[in-house]
């Protein structure tokens, strides 16, 4: 049904026209549920009193599988918008930066402000002495990058630059053979032509660090197991779908 809404106002009005004429052919509401809950897991003893100083007592039975999945290897989250998805990667990947001080993570988004929101997210846990975030894009001064690849233990980045910036530097820097965790945020935005180029980016990133994990978050779609393992060449990806 089309409906001119200046034609109409308010809603009801609009709502009531369309059961009149038959246009509107179907109403559906959705109300609020209560939450299902889980324990924390085992974190780190310093992200365990980050999360209590956030208010943080416990999580989605979502984000406490994931984290129970990330402590076996690689998976993907694909739950709806606004469920929290960050924290599925942001606490087993910071738990394990904070238990191994040499170790880095890679962060990968399609663009440049999800990977400021979600640098601003990792400096609100408030682990600036164990936990060094860095935007590393375009717009990085090119003087700063080297600095950033050898003393940030999180890099916030895209496909392109890792594709340009990081993965021909492994000669000049050790990030990448300290590298063992992947962040792949977003994962729903590289298909077509567009994901099978950072499918081959990420391919040689698995060749240069090969012990990394990879932990995805997809918004909901249909076949979000064989997107993980198609865009990253990772044969078994567990899937967390709560």
């Known amino acids: 049904m089309v409906v001119q809404t200046h034609d109409i106002e308010p809603w009801q009005e609009l709502l009531e ?6 246009r509107l052919v179907r109403e559906a509401q959705e109300f609020e549920r209560p939450p299902v809950l889980g324990d924390i897991p085992p974190l780190h003893p310093k992200l365990l009193e980050a999360l209590r100083g956030m208010g943080v007592e416990s999580l989605y039975s979502h984000q406490v599988e994931a984290v129970e999945a990330a402590m ?11 469920s929290g998805k960050s924290m599925c990667f942001n606490l087993p990947t910071l738990s394990h930066l904070l238990q191994e001080p040499t170790a880095r993570a890679l962060y990968l988004y399609p663009t440049k ?3 400021q929101d979600q640098a601003r997210a990792l400096h609100a846990f ?3 002495r164990q936990i060094r975030p860095a935007i590393y894009d375009g717009d990085t001064a090119r003087e700063e990058r080297a600095a950033i690849r050898r003393r940030a ?4 980045t895209n496909p392109d630059m890792l594709h340009v910036g990081i993965l021909p530097t492994t000669a000049r820097t050790d ?11 977003e994962a729903h935005v590289y298909r077509g032509v567009f994901g099978s180029h950072v ?16 932990f995805m978050a997809s918004a909901t779609i249909a076949n979000p197991v064989e997107l993980a393992e198609r865009l990253t060449g990772v044969e078994e990806v567990a899937l967390v779908d709560g």
């Open 199 to 214: 499918g081959n980016v990420l391919r040689r990133l698995r060749r240069m660090a090969p012990d990394a994990r990879f």
């Open 153 to 156: 233990n999180v890099v916030l």
């Open 113 to 115: 402000a999800l990977a």
């Open 126 to 128: 408030g682990l600036h």
């Open 17 to 22: 026209a369309g059961r009149s004429d038959e």
């Open 175 to 185: 990030f990448l053979h300290r590298l063992d965790v992947v962040v792949v945020d």
């Open 72 to 82: 076996r290897g690689d998976f993907i989250v694909t739950t709806g918008t606004a």
